[in-house]
C-alpha cells in the first residue's frame, strides 16, 4: 500500500468555534486519503479527542506570543523532519504567516490559506 500524503493544519484553538469546526469537518472527509497532521501552540485543541481517535496526530510547538524564537525554531524542526505535502492554514486575522512561511522553505508543495473572517 502507498504511503498517504501528509496534511497539516494550522489554525485550531481550544475554542470550539466555527472555525475549529470547519477544520474538524474537513479532516474528517479527508482522514482516509491523507495522514493528517494538527499544529497545537497550546496545551489543549477543541475537538482534540475526536481527531485523535480518528487517527489524527496533534505536534506541539512553543507559542509565538510566549516564545517568537522557540516558535520559529519548532517550526524549522518540524518541517525538517516531516515531509509535509500539503500545508493548510486556518486564520481570522493574518497575525502571522509563519507555518506558510517555513512550508515554502522547506518545498511543501501545495499551501493554501483560507481566511475564516470576513471583517478583518
Not at 469537518?25 to 479527542?49: G, I, K, V
Not at 517550526?75 to 512561511?101: C, I, K, M
Request: aromatic share 10%; hydrophobic share 40%.
Amino acid at each position: 500500500m502507498a504511503e498517504r500524503r501528509r496534511l497539516l493544519f494550522t489554525g485550531m484553538t481550544a475554542n470550539p468555534g466555527g472555525k475549529e469546526s470547519f477544520i474538524v469537518s474537513a479532516f474528517a472527509a479527508l482522514h482516509e486519503d491523507f495522514d493528517c497532521w494538527f499544529l497545537a501552540d497550546r496545551p489543549q485543541l477543541a475537538y482534540q479527542e475526536r481527531i485523535t481517535s480518528m487517527g489524527g496526530r496533534i505536534v506541539s510547538v512553543r507559542p509565538r506570543s510566549r516564545s517568537p524564537l522557540g516558535n520559529r525554531r519548532d517550526l524549522r524542526t518540524l518541517y525538517d523532519e516531516v515531509p509535509f505535502d500539503v500545508v493548510w492554514s486556518h486564520q481570522t486575522v493574518l497575525n502571522t504567516l509563519a507555518p506558510l512561511g517555513f512550508a515554502r522553505r522547506a518545498g511543501v508543495p501545495v499551501r493554501i490559506i483560507h481566511s475564516h473572517s470576513t471583517k478583518n
